[in-house]
Structure formats: C-alpha cells, structure tokens
C-alpha cells in the first residue's frame, strides 16, 4: 500500500508523529506490492487544494452513504468548519502502517443530531476520489494538499455491469446480507451506467480488496476484479449451502 511518511522521522505517517512533530509529512509513492516500477498517474485534475482528513478504518466510495457519530474535539471542529463552508473533508483509510495516499472525499449530507455536550450525528456520502502530495499537521485535526482524480481507462461493457450485479446479489443472499439492516441487499441500479462502486460499497469484503478497488482507475479493470472476486468466493457459499439443506433434510433435533 502507498503510505504518507512523516518528513520528521521518515516512518510511516502515524497519529503520534501529528502529536510529536506538528509539521508537514510528504508522501511516499514507492512501489505498489508486485509492480515492477514506480507508480506514477495522469492527473485529469490538475488543481492541487488542501482538505481536512479524517483517517478511519474504512475505505470510503463515491456515492456511498457514511453515518458517523463525531465525539473528538478536534473533529467537531473539523465538521463545524465544514458546515460553515459547505466544504467536504477528506476519507482516508488508517492502518497500523500509515495512511493510504488514496482516499474519497466525504460531503455532508445532514446533521442528524446535536447532543448538549457537543458530539454530533452525521450523514455523509462518498464524492470525489484523491490522492494526497503533502500532509499538514499544523491544525489540531490533519488536512492534506490532495489531486483529485476520476477513471482515465476503459469502460465496463452492459454485459460485465449485467453479471458483476448478478453475481453480486447471489453473493450477498447467499451470505445472509438480507438480515443486516445496515447492509442493502436491493437497490436501483442502471445498468447503462458503471456500477462497481455501487457494488463495492455494499460488498463486505476485506478493506484491503476495497482499497485496491478505491485505487483502480478504470471502471472496466474494476468490475472486472469485482467479478473475479465473487467468482472465487461463490463456489464456497454454494457448497455450504448445500451442507445446510442437506443436513435439514436429514432429521432435526428434538
């Protein structure tokens, strides 16, 4: 995974170098895992802007829906100043490592509750996807010099967006995703239109798998490893069900 590096220590950027140094960290654009060169990308928006951060342990996707409930106070400070501004903050993922340099800009959709102590309930949705150049500790919350970026490679075809949605919701019924309430099993899809980040962010999968699909730039490679993802996964489900039913069939206890 890239990671942002602390330019103090050159570790990976942890929330103790924010709390120690209080300066800015730089990015490391070292090597992807099993590439054979330095990453580089095509930039299709150049401008560079600095946002807020706020490092979780999700990987966020454009349009995807995020409740979070806000408690810290250097984040009610962050979420304060992006209500007044109407300004989206930054979703980045946070590991033991580092930080991922690919994240998802998270824009405020409702303020669904102030509580009398500060702490506040809110509604977010996924918007725009960056990758971050400089990281700025001089606030009490982090904020990031970041490019934004969309999909610069090939399209999905109707076919592959026709079987990635099937193959997705066999998924998702055969792992009971029908009894989490948090977990849509059905919702509109238009299928002239790339879905994978629509599958993707209600699939629960592994994060790092997610960011890998975050970090993807073409919707064509991306529903294609969504694809390759439930066809790996779905002869297991298939095999456990038929255990189940098997063993139903074959007496109950008493």
């Known amino acids: 995974m890239l990671s942002a590096r602390c330019s103090s220590c050159w570790t990976n950027w942890r929330i103790e170098c924010g709390e120690i140094h ?28 600095k946002i807020p951060l706020f490092p979780l342990d999700v990987v966020l996707f454009p349009g995807a829906a995020l409740p979070l409930h806000i408690f810290e106070e250097r984040y009610k400070e962050m979420v304060a100043g992006c209500v007044e501004r109407e300004q989206p903050f930054g979703v980045v993922r946070a590991q033991v490592e580092g930080l ?15 509580y009398p102590d500060g702490r506040l309930d809110i509604l977010c949705e996924g918007a725009e996807r960056f990758e971050i150049e400089l990281l700025d500790n001089s606030r009490a919350y982090l904020q990031a010099e970041v490019d934004g970026f969309h999909d610069e490679g090939d399209m999905s075809t109707r076919a592959e967006r026709e079987l990635c949605t099937a193959l997705h919701f066999e998924v998702m019924e ?13 919702f509109a899809l238009d299928l002239d239109k790339p879905v994978s980040f629509l599958l993707g962010g209600t699939l629960p999968a592994d994060l790092n798998f997610k960011q890998e699909l975050l970090n993807t730039r073409s919707d064509g490679e991306r529903t294609r490893k969504l694809i390759a993802f439930y066809n790996a996964v779905l002869p297991k489900l298939r095999r456990g069900i038929r255990k189940t039913r098997a063993t139903v069939h074959n007496g109950h206890v008493m």
């Open 100 to 114: 991922a340099v690919i994240g998802c800009t998270a824009r405020i959709v409702k303020v669904l509750q102030e």
């Open 174 to 186: 055969l792992i009971g995703a029908h009894d989490n309430e948090r977990v849509p099993l059905h």
């Open 22 to 49: 209080r300066e800015k960290a730089i990015v490391s654009k070292g090597k992807r895992v099993g590439a054979s060169r330095s990453v580089t990308s095509t930039r299709i928006i150049a401008a560079v802007m």
